[in-house]
């Protein structure tokens, strides 16, 4: 069994970022915030193992693509999985309700 290294790109960390800052200070509920980081940092570095175990993205322009989401409370998190050099590129976080294949 191989293990996964796992790459956050810093498209990704600004999502986060906005969401937690949104939660913590726009809706004044940092307890909320500090919950779903800790929820979202647990499930992308559990991606080293088995990151094929969450469902691939149909989208056509990237059929070819070994791109995939995770879902953690309404969010989701949009990775891809190389199983060559066993790594995962974690890419996106949407909020659940945007339109996120037509931002990727």
């Known amino acids: 069994m191989n293990e996964y290294s796992i790459n956050i790109t810093s498209q990704f960390r600004e999502e986060l970022d906005e969401i937690y800052y949104y939660i913590y200070f726009t809706l004044s509920s940092p307890n909320t915030a500090k919950v779903l980081y800790s929820k979202i940092k647990k499930t992308i570095f559990n991606l080293n193992l088995f990151?094929?175990?969450?469902?691939?993205?149909?989208?056509?322009?990237?059929?070819?693509r070994n791109i995939r989401k995770a879902i953690v409370n309404n969010f989701i998190i949009v990775?891809?999985?190389d199983n060559i050099s066993f790594e995962v590129f974690i890419l996106h976080i949407f909020h659940g309700s945007q339109a996120y294949w037509n931002k990727l």
């Open 79 to 81: 990775f891809e999985v």
């Open 51 to 64: 990151p094929e175990r969450y469902p691939k993205l149909l989208i056509s322009k990237y059929k070819h």
